[in-house]
């Protein structure tokens, strides 16, 4: 067991994310965040991202443009993927306790806990921090873990 350090949740992974679906996805300034594939497009992903606590969220295309699949109550596959991914990577009960829901055995207890909330705000940090993260893909092997790539394992 890891010894806990004040102020942070600590996360042991559980499965393998698919990362065809969500190549990035991480839980930083009080929010579940991450990057989505179209699944129809090769060319269009989805940034996307879900507030801890008050669960408002948004969608929007990597050019800006809103997903059409949202509504102002309800989430897009997109916003649906991501929670559940980011559940296989960090284990349900991380995700909920970082998302501020009580009591969550499941996947589907995360989704009826939350009541959503769509936001107008935008969220392109999270895109220009995935490419700039891409460039440690090019660097060579160090040999070393680079905490700035946990989000990709």
Not at 51 to 69: E, K, S, Y
Not at 127 to 140: A, H, K, M, T, W
């Amino acid at each position: 067991m890891q010894p806990s350090l004040p102020g942070k949740i600590i996360i042991s992974k559980r499965e393998i994310r698919n990362v065809k679906k969500v190549p990035f996805l991480e839980l930083k300034n009080g929010r579940l965040q991450g990057v989505v594939s179209s699944g129809s497009d090769i060319m269009r992903v989805y940034v996307s991202f879900i507030q801890a606590g008050d669960f408002q969220f948004n969608c929007r295309t990597n050019n800006n443009r809103p997903c059409a699949g949202i509504g102002a109550n309800y989430f897009c596959k997109h916003i649906t993927t991501l929670i559940t991914e980011s559940c296989k990577q960090y284990g349900i009960p991380a995700i909920a306790k970082y998302l501020k829901i009580p009591e969550v055995q499941s996947v589907n207890d995360i989704f009826t806990h939350i009541k959503p909330r769509k936001t107008d705000e935008h969220a392109a940090d999270i895109f220009s921090r995935f490419l700039d993260y891409l460039r440690f893909l090019e660097l060579e092997p160090l040999g070393i873990p680079v905490p700035e790539m946990d989000w990709y394992i």
